[in-house]
Structures are given as structure tokens and as C-alpha cells.
């Protein structure tokens, strides 16, 4: 059975250049010139498709340009506050959908899901601060932690505060909350990473 292609776009340094990996579709030219020369010379049954030759073009442009690294993070970095305020609107939904017996209306929930993601905004900021100390990059996965921990408790406890439930209760659609936030936001991030590439 023929096994399906994937695609996998992955960066690694070579020479003091940016080489873009896709998977099996990673192309052996080094050049775009070389590619169009050797697209030409074999028959039309035998050159790459559509899809395969427009992203294999885009590919070497990009190695060509020898910023993609760069450019891709900077705009991707830059993306991620509009990935969240499109998360925003989502977070009430799930608020809604998960607390469906308590008598609020939607736009309650939007005004809980800004109060808790200007939380989330300010620890971020405050930590991204404390991360620009030269010692305290060695510790960059314990402020990850200290992150996660911190947004973990506050939402709990604001959970319990603004829609009253035993404890078991809360922890479990708070489980439930961050299961579905996480999915929507890797997607996004999913489309935006696709986006940011094609149009580099």
C-alpha cells in the first residue's frame, strides 16, 4: 500500500543558511533556477504536481532569500496576541457551553473571558521581563511552569467565585475548558504558521 506524503516544514542550519525541510518533499535542487531546469527536462507525466511544485518553488525562494528564519519567527511572534483575541470570543462559547445551567448570558462570559485573558496578558508580560535577565535564562522552562501554574490556580479559583460548584466539579470542567482552548489554539496557530509561510 503506498504510504501517504506528509509534510512536514522544519528549519535547520547548514552552512550559515536556513534549509527548510518538508518531509519527503524536501527538494534536492539548491537552487530555483536548478529546479525549473530540471522540472523542463522530464516528461509531463513525470514532473511534480500542482501542489508539490508551487510549494518546493515557494521553498527555495525562501532559502534563496536567506532571512526566512528570521522573518518567519518575527511575523509568527507578532501573530500570536491576534491568535488570542480570536480565542477570546471561543473561551466565552466554552464558558457557556460548559456552564449551561447557570442562568448568564453570553455576554457575561465574554466579559469573564477578557478579565481572564488580560490576566493571562499580564503575567506573560511580567515574566517575558523577568526572562530578559542575562542568569535567568537558564531557567526559561521553570518560568514556563510558573506560567502554566499561575493561570491554572487564578482560573480555578475565579471559577469557583463567579460560578459556584463543588471543587470536583470545577477542576473537571476546567479540564474539560483547557482540553478544548488548547486544540483551538493549536490549529490556529496551525493556520497562521501555513499563512505566515506563503506569504513570506
Avoid at 483551538?184 to 499563512?195: D, P, R
Wanted: glycine share 4%; hydrophobic share 50%; with cysteine.
Amino acid at each position: 500500500m503506498k504510504k501517504d506524503t506528509q509534510i512536514d516544514i522544519g528549519l535547520s542550519n547548514t552552512d550559515n543558511s536556513t534549509k527548510i525541510g518538508l518531509g519527503q518533499w524536501t527538494p534536492k535542487e539548491k537552487s530555483l533556477e536548478e529546479y525549473d531546469s530540471v522540472q523542463h527536462s522530464l516528461p509531463s507525466q513525470l514532473q511534480d504536481g500542482f501542489i508539490k511544485n508551487n510549494l518546493i518553488r515557494k521553498t527555495l525562494k525562501l532559502e534563496e532569500s536567506g532571512h526566512f528564519g528570521d522573518d518567519f519567527g518575527r511575523i509568527l511572534i507578532k501573530n500570536i496576541p491576534k491568535v488570542f483575541f480570536i480565542l477570546l470570543p471561543f473561551f466565552a462559547l466554552l464558558l457557556k457551553l460548559i456552564f449551561f445551567r447557570k442562568k448568564y448570558f453570553y455576554v457575561d462570559h465574554i466579559i469573564f473571558s477578557i478579565h481572564f485573558h488580560s490576566f493571562g496578558f499580564i503575567i506573560g508580560l511580567l515574566l517575558l521581563i523577568i526572562s530578559q535577565i542575562p542568569f535567568i535564562n537558564e531557567y526559561s522552562g521553570l518560568l514556563i511552569l510558573l506560567f502554566a501554574l499561575s493561570l491554572t490556580i487564578y482560573l480555578a479559583l475565579s471559577l469557583k467565585k463567579v460560578y459556584p460548584s463543588p471543587w470536583w466539579k470545577i477542576i473537571l470542567k476546567q479540564i474539560v475548558l483547557f482540553l478544548a482552548y488548547f486544540i483551538c489554539f493549536i490549529f490556529l496557530m496551525a493556520l497562521v504558521s501555513i499563512y505566515t509561510y506563503f506569504t513570506l
